[in-house]
Nanobody, 126 residues
Framework: QVQLVESGGGLVQAGGSLRLSCAAS????????MGWFRQAPGKEREFVAA????????NYADSVKGRFTISRDNAKNTVDLQMNSLKTEDTAVYYC???????????????????WGQGTQVTVSS
């Protein structure tokens, strides 16, 4: 079992930066592919970034590529999302998620993940 808790959200002006952190509990964390998703009001939950179990592979949504960086520290059971050059359209609740072990790393759908954090609000103002 994996339990996830996000932190680091807040209010930031456009062009600014935030670093989100996801703290995980569970002995199997280091074997899990991990992802970040976000959901804005009235919109479906969408893929943001993913990192494989070792951290050697990453995947990003086109909308955040070059601005966001996902990383993990398996010794600390954490996965982070560094967000730079934030835009107002980045405003959403951001969720950390652990992938189903038998799933494909390149599957960006929420259905590929079976553990979710409670979410942290990111608001980007103009």
């Amino acid at each position: 079992q994996v339990q996830l808790v996000e932190s680091g959200g807040g209010l930031v002006q456009a062009g600014g930066s935030l670093r989100l952190s996801c703290a995980a509990s569970g002995r199997t964390f280091s074997s899990k592919n991990m992802g970040w998703f976000r959901q804005a009001p009235g919109k479906e939950r969408e893929f943001v970034a993913a990192i494989n179990w070792s951290g050697a592979r990453t995947n990003y949504a086109d909308s955040v590529k070059g601005r966001f960086t996902i990383s993990r520290d398996n010794a600390k059971n954490t996965v982070d999302l560094q967000m730079n050059s934030l835009k107002t359209e980045d405003t959403a609740v951001y969720y950390c998620a652990a992938a189903i072990s038998s799933g494909s790393f390149t599957d960006t759908q929420p259905r590929a993940y079976n553990y979710w954090g409670q979410g942290t609000q990111v608001t980007v103002s103009s």
